[in-house]
């Protein structure tokens, strides 16, 4: 008997990603994913939504980020680790999962420490495309690390920026942002300071990592009508804007209970007022009310906008025939014998012998490939 063939798991690796992304093109995957985010976003009632799971230590933090709908069940592995890029490691790394939620049986595994940050900034460029004051062209970059070219990207394409303004408290980030962004048509002003790249500027993105409650904005640099994409502020302890600037603000929040944990949000009172912005997608409520009002996106990163790139990067990858089928909870032939599966000969996912060694080259892999 054959394994059953609903039990194998798409895989698609770093490098697949990085394939999937080239091929693709950046910009396609950043309109691909918000899309897929708004479209999510305006069936939130028909998602089992919790806030994620946190495991803290002094280093950083480890989460687990699930949400299912009725047919699909997706969770995310992220950490957040702002000293790792002193040892050779990224602040973010993440993996995911989709599954059938008639089965359970995970279909697909995924890397998601790229498509964070593509998810990440599609969020952003989202929420600007809503909030923003219309014709804003100016964008204060604050935190010019990993996620920051991202960033820059979604809201020249979704959001109509085309200046930006840059700051770093380290020079080299700001200047490997500027390298890597020549050509995309965006002018860059780097800055010397927070208050310069922010003055003058119709939206500002706060885009740091720092493990402390670090006030990146004070209300005196904030100008009327500006909207505040604040992304660094996502865990307990971890924040960027001085708790005036969100008193002077309406803020909109993806998952309200995650955000009064972990958002900038967790400075305030209980009581204090904000909007989840699905609400503002599926037209329950106007956002922005007038010209002069200050908005704030308090981002924090919800599970949703991952079953939404999840879906995204199975979809594309399976049209480009990108990725494998890997045996990661099948094999086993009869499954009310789990046991008989370690006496007979060692079956691959289509149930057939396997080699006694699996080369796991590049080469490899392409003789296996998805399509179909
Ligand atoms: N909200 C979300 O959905 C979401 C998703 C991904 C990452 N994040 C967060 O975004 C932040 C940035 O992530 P990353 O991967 O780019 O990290 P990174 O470490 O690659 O870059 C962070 C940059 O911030 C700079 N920085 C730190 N303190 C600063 C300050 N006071 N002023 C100016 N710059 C400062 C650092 O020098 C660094 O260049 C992290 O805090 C991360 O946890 C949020």
Same mark, same amino acid.
């Given at each position: 008997?054959?394994?059953?063939?609903?039990?194998? $798991?798409?895989?698609? %690796? /770093?490098?697949?990603?990085? +394939? *999937?992304? @080239?091929?693709? !093109?950046?910009?396609?995957?950043?309109? &691909?994913?918000?899309?897929?985010?708004?479209?999510?976003?305006?069936?939130?009632?028909?998602?089992?939504?919790?806030?994620?799971?946190?495991?803290?230590?002094?280093?950083?933090?480890?989460?687990?980020?699930?949400?299912?709908?009725?047919?699909?069940?997706?969770?995310?592995?992220?950490?957040?680790?702002?000293?790792?890029?002193?040892?050779?490691?990224?602040?973010?790394?993440?993996?995911?999962?989709?599954?059938?939620?008639?089965?359970?049986?995970?279909?697909?595994?995924?890397?998601?420490?790229?498509?964070?940050?593509?998810? $990440?900034?599609?969020? %952003? /460029?989202?929420?600007?495309? +809503? *909030?923003? @004051?219309?014709? !804003?062209?100016?964008?204060?970059?604050? &935190?010019?690390?990993?996620?920051?070219?991202?960033?820059?990207?979604?809201?020249?394409?979704?959001?109509?920026?085309?200046?930006?303004?840059?700051?770093?408290?380290?020079?080299?980030?700001?200047?490997?942002?500027?390298?890597?962004?020549?050509?995309?048509?965006?002018?860059?002003?780097?800055?010397?300071?927070?208050?310069?790249?922010?003055?003058?500027?119709?939206?500002?993105?706060?885009?740091?990592?720092?493990?402390?409650?670090?006030?990146?904005?004070?209300?005196?640099?904030?100008?009327?009508?500006?909207?505040?994409?604040?992304?660094?502020?996502? %865990?307990?302890?971890?924040?960027?804007?001085?708790?005036?600037?969100?008193?002077?603000?309406?803020?909109?929040?993806?998952?309200?209970?995650?955000?009064?944990?972990?958002?900038?949000?967790?400075?305030?009172?209980?009581?204090?007022?904000?909007?989840?912005?699905?609400?503002?997608?599926?037209?329950?409520?106007?956002?922005?009310?007038?010209?002069?009002?200050?908005?704030?996106?308090?981002?924090?990163?919800?599970?949703?906008?991952?079953?939404?790139?999840?879906?995204?990067?199975?979809?594309?990858?399976?049209?480009?025939?990108?990725?494998?089928?890997?045996?990661?909870?099948?094999?086993?032939?009869?499954?009310?014998?789990?046991?008989?599966?370690?006496?007979?000969?060692?079956?691959?996912?289509?149930?057939?012998?396997?080699?006694?060694?699996?080369?796991?080259?590049?080469?490899?892999?392409?003789?296996?490939?998805?399509?179909?």
């Amino acid at each position: 008997m054959s394994a059953h063939p609903h039990a194998t $798991t798409v895989f698609l %690796s /770093a490098s697949d990603v990085i +394939r *999937l992304v @080239r091929q693709h !093109g950046l910009p396609a995957c950043i309109a &691909g994913v918000a899309q897929r985010i708004e479209r999510d976003f305006r069936r939130w009632p028909l998602f089992v939504k919790s806030a994620r799971i946190a495991s803290h230590s002094e280093t950083g933090v480890i989460e687990l980020m699930p949400i299912a709908d009725a047919s699909e069940f997706s969770f995310k592995y992220v950490n957040g680790h702002p000293g790792n890029t002193r040892s050779g490691l990224p602040t973010v790394m993440a993996f995911g999962v989709l599954a059938d939620v008639a089965t359970g049986a995970p279909r697909f595994l995924s890397e998601l420490t790229l498509t964070t940050a593509i998810r $990440t900034a599609a969020m %952003s /460029a989202l929420a600007a495309s +809503r *909030l923003a @004051r219309p014709g !804003g062209t100016r964008m204060a970059l604050i &935190g010019n690390g990993a996620q920051s070219e991202f960033q820059a990207l979604a809201f020249r394409d979704l959001a109509g920026v085309r200046e930006l303004r840059l700051f770093d408290i380290d020079p080299r980030a700001t200047a490997k942002l500027m390298s890597n962004l020549q050509g995309e048509g965006l002018v860059l002003r780097p800055c010397a300071s927070a208050g310069e790249a922010v003055h003058g500027a119709d939206i500002v993105t706060t885009v740091t990592a720092d493990k402390a409650c670090a006030t990146i904005l004070t209300p005196a640099m904030i100008e009327a009508g500006m909207h505040i994409n604040a992304v660094g502020g996502d %865990s307990p302890g971890k924040t960027e804007l001085h708790p005036d600037v969100l008193r002077a603000a309406a803020v909109f929040v993806e998952f309200e209970p995650q955000s009064r944990i972990e958002g900038d949000l967790q400075q305030m009172p209980a009581d204090f007022a904000v909007t989840e912005f699905w609400q503002v997608l599926a037209g329950a409520h106007p956002g922005r009310a007038s010209a002069a009002q200050v908005t704030v996106f308090d981002s924090v990163g919800f599970a949703l906008e991952d079953y939404s790139a999840l879906t995204f990067l199975r979809d594309t990858a399976l049209a480009l025939g990108i990725g494998e089928r890997i045996d990661l909870v099948g094999g086993v032939p009869d499954p009310k014998n789990l046991f008989g599966a370690l006496r007979g000969p060692a079956t691959n996912v289509a149930g057939s012998p396997r080699q006694a060694s699996r080369p796991a080259t590049p080469a490899a892999l392409a003789r296996e490939p998805l399509a179909g």
